[in-house]
């Protein structure tokens, strides 16, 4: 438990003021008072679906949310091509422009962002903490939105291929790989959109899945067998990279799984889509997770803490969509609302 005088000090040194004011803070109105003047109402982790729309929530109860936008800025919509599924846009919208469009919505409300990343976080019987880089911030409610991170394979030298022919966002890098072959691994919806978005450039898309059928939606399913410039290869996993000799990757070594078969085959870059990983580093050990790490959330929005609310794919292993995301992000922002109102702040 912090003593009063450190987080005076704290507050008075995030203020900008000199160490002797914050021993008059110590006078626990005074104190209170300054507290009240500094601590933030709500800080929101992420800024994806689900962050945006606590942020839209939040902003429009007039409780001016600070939103960390964290490593990803816009969250995995970001990374996206177009975006068929969320209603109201009848033709479909481009996953970076739903993003750009909610964060506008959230400034235009008082919504504020910061380029910050959580690596910390601590509740306090009245208030929360969490360190943003390197400095720690009070506020009195928290949203968590932090969403999932790309997962890859953990093959050798992964790290180091990382830029160079090795990637996860076919929005990001597909355009590099024109008139070349490329393999996309994976067999979900993810898989399945970038496939289809690499024909724009590659001469040639391999799709290279585990199984002999895929995951993705049979509406995206059916789009990628029906696409010539596609080829699956079912049944088989990347077991090797192969760079050249100036490390750019140059092929994959293929096992086939049933068969035990195995082969080199050439291509410029492998893009990974085999699913994502919650971003729940920061809070490890402190709120509840379940085996995968996945946040676990009592009614709709709510952690262990009073004050800490939970909300989008941090704590979904089930649906992973914008718009459920986007709609626990609603209820977490109302919740959180409503705990303010009770505290009276
Ligand atoms: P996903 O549905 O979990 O699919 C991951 C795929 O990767 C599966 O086919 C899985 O194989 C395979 N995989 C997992 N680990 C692997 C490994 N170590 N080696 C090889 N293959 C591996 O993930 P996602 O495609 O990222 O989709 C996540 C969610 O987002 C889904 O709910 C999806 O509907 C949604 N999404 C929607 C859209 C859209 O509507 N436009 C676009 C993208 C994503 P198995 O099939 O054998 O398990």
Redesign the pocket.
């Known amino acids: 438990m912090l003593s009063i005088f450190a987080v005076a000090a704290a507050l008075c040194r995030r203020a900008g003021k000199r160490l002797d004011t914050a021993r008059r803070l110590q006078h626990p109105q005074e104190l209170r008072r300054v507290l009240d003047l500094l601590m933030e109402k709500v800080i929101i982790v992420g800024s994806g679906c689900a962050g945006l729309t606590a942020a839209i929530y939040a902003a429009r109860a007039n409780l001016s949310p600070l939103v960390l936008e964290g490593r990803q800025p816009g969250g995995q919509l970001s990374t996206?091509t177009m975006?068929?599924?969320f209603p109201g846009f009848p033709e479909g919208i481009d996953g970076p422009q739903l993003i750009i469009n909610m964060h506008e919505q959230a400034e235009k409300f008082g919504a504020r962002f910061a380029y910050s990343e959580v690596t910390d976080f601590e509740a306090q019987p009245d208030h929360i903490r969490i360190k943003a880089d390197d400095e720690w911030l009070e506020t009195r409610a928290l949203i968590v939105a932090s969403g999932a991170s790309a997962?890859w394979?953990g093959l050798e030298n992964e790290e180091k291929l990382v830029g160079h022919g090795l990637t996860s966002c076919a929005t990001c890098d597909g355009a590099f790989y024109r008139n070349v072959p490329v393999c996309v691994?994976?067999?979900?919806?993810?898989?399945a959109?970038e496939a289809l978005f690499l024909t724009r450039f590659a001469s040639k898309v391999y799709l290279i899945?585990?199984?002999d059928a895929l995951?993705a939606?049979k509406i995206m399913a059916d789009r990628v067998l029906a696409c010539e410039q596609i080829e699956p290869i079912w049944n088989t996993?990347v077991t090797r990279y192969v760079p050249d000799e100036k490390g750019e990757m140059s092929a994959v070594l293929l096992r086939n799984v049933q068969t035990h078969e195995e082969r080199e085959l050439p291509v410029a870059c492998v893009f990974v889509?085999?699913?994502?990983d919650p971003n729940t580093k920061a809070f490890q050990g402190k709120l509840e997770t379940d085996p995968d790490g996945y946040l676990l959330v009592r009614h709709l929005a709510e952690s262990k803490h009073p004050g800490v609310f939970i909300a989008g794919d941090v704590a979904d292993r089930v649906?992973?969509?914008a718009i459920t995301a986007a709609g626990s992000g609603c209820a977490a922002a109302m919740e959180a609302e409503k705990y303010l109102g009770a505290l009276g702040k």
Do not use: F, P, W
Request: aromatic residues 4%; glycine residues 14%; hydrophobic residues 25%.
């Open positions: 996206t975006v068929e599924n997962r394979l691994i994976g067999g979900g919806d993810s898989a959109e899945h585990r199984r995951r939606s996993v889509a085999i699913g994502h649906y992973k969509q």
